[in-house]
């Protein structure tokens, strides 16, 4: 009995020194200037995510699919410290452990807002750092561009911090002291005489999760769950297509052209997300009418992707009308880059 005791008390000691030792380490580079020890309170700051939302001559919602001459269609893309991000590439994190929330990159992304107009979203960035004249460059896939730059830090007053942000689109304050802006930009709708294209069109690229029942990826190349891999092949227009392994640094395309690849999987660190499996790039101004594509998984069985991807014109503005389907149940609508989970 007494040994059983001795033993609680040994672990409580290492739990309390372990506790100690966290909270030093980690900790220490969020406390105030003047703050005591015996004070310190570990903070999480929100990370900044910035929204843009563009607004034509008639208060349309020019990022809204349905909208004759919309921009959601196009490739769009954000630079921000050198790094193109392409709309709805979603970027690879790794994210080491710690108590305190680490800012995720997802990149340049679409979203809904809960009033029902569409945005694009930027971020995470860290919602504790300190920015001088950041720079976003929005990109609209017409030869146009706009500017959004950023300032501000976190400042302590009485133990507490103080949020202070100024966000710019062009030279003019539109947002201050938020993680959050909602940036609207106004934009005259896209428009071509003679239904002819004189904008940078998204190429589509098919995104595949393939997981078991319980979420566990089985397109993880550094685990032998799934030890098929070179028979699984994409059937597309009477041609077979397997596998080629991107190297984990690859670039992704950034020039005005589809850059068609077949099938690839990137191999990425491991992250905490499963890696997709990619079939494309196809051309965006093509017309595809109920085409089929059959992911072909070996011994797991086929999945067959019916899709319609085409261009429609009100008025001379582009309507772009995309839908998929997996096995005939609809799976995603108007995204040139959807993401498909199949799970086996």
Same mark, same amino acid.
């Given at each position: 009995?007494?040994? %059983?005791?001795?033993?609680?008390?040994?672990?409580?000691?290492?739990?309390?020194?372990?506790?100690?030792?966290?909270?030093?380490?980690?900790?220490?580079?969020?406390?105030?200037?003047? =703050?005591?020890?015996?004070?310190?309170? %570990?903070? #999480?700051?929100?990370?900044?995510? $910035?929204?843009?939302?563009?607004?034509?001559?008639?208060?349309?919602?020019? $990022?809204?699919?349905?909208?004759?001459?919309?921009?959601?269609?196009?490739?769009?893309?954000?630079? *921000?410290?050198?790094?193109?991000?392409?709309?709805?590439?979603?970027?690879?994190?790794?994210?080491?452990?710690?108590?305190?929330?680490?800012?995720?990159?997802?990149?340049?992304y679409t979203t809904q807002q809960k009033n029902g107009r569409y945005a694009l979203t930027f971020g995470e $960035?860290?919602?504790?750092?300190?920015?001088?004249?950041?720079?976003?460059?929005?990109?609209?896939?017409?030869?146009?561009? #706009? %500017? %959004?730059?950023?300032?501000?830090?976190?400042?302590?007053?009485?133990?507490?911090?103080? $949020?202070?942000?100024?966000?710019?689109?062009?030279g003019e304050i539109v947002a201050e002291n938020t993680n959050n802006p909602v940036i609207d930009i106004p934009k005259k709708a896209i428009q071509s005489q003679g239904n002819q294209l004189a904008f940078d069109v998204e190429p589509?690229?098919?995104?595949?999760?393939?997981?078991?029942?319980?979420?566990?990826?089985?397109?993880?190349?550094?685990?032998?769950? *799934?030890? #098929?891999?070179?028979?699984?092949?994409?059937?597309? =227009?009477?041609?077979?297509?397997?596998?080629?392994? =991107?190297?984990?640094?690859?670039e992704d395309n950034e020039s005005d052209t589809p850059n068609f690849t077949g099938l690839t999987l990137a191999r990425y660190p491991q992250t905490m997300y499963p890696h997709p499996l990619k079939f494309g790039e196809l051309d965006g101004t093509e017309t595809y009418e109920d085409e089929n594509l059959i992911m072909d998984w070996g011994s797991l069985g086929k999945d067959t992707i019916t899709f319609t991807s085409k261009i429609t014109w009100e008025n001379n503005r582009p309507i772009f009308v995309r839908s998929y389907s997996l096995n005939g149940k609809e799976v995603g609508k108007d995204l040139a880059r959807p993401y498909i989970r199949i799970v086996k």
């Open positions: 009995m007494k040994r %059983i005791k001795g033993l609680f008390q040994l672990l409580a000691i290492c739990m309390m020194a372990c506790s100690f030792y966290a909270c030093e380490e980690e900790g220490l580079g969020n406390v105030p200037d003047g =703050q005591e020890k015996e004070e310190l309170m %570990i903070w #999480d700051f929100a990370p900044i995510n $910035l929204h843009f939302t563009l607004t034509g001559e008639d208060g349309e919602d020019l $990022l809204a699919p349905a909208t004759p001459g919309s921009y959601s269609g196009l490739a769009l893309s954000a630079v *921000y410290k050198e790094k193109t991000y392409e709309k709805d590439v979603f970027e690879e994190n790794r994210i080491p452990y710690s108590r305190a929330y680490l800012p995720h990159m997802y990149g340049l $960035l860290d919602g504790a750092g300190k920015y001088e004249d950041a720079t976003i460059v929005l990109r609209w896939g017409d030869h146009t561009e #706009d %500017i %959004i730059t950023f300032s501000g830090n976190l400042t302590w007053k009485d133990n507490k911090p103080i $949020l202070a942000r100024t966000f710019k689109l062009n589509i690229v098919f995104n595949f999760q393939l997981t078991d029942s319980l979420g566990g990826n089985l397109l993880n190349l550094s685990k032998e769950k *799934y030890t #098929d891999k070179d028979s699984i092949k994409a059937i597309f =227009q009477g041609e077979a297509y397997y596998i080629n392994i =991107q190297p984990e640094n690859s």
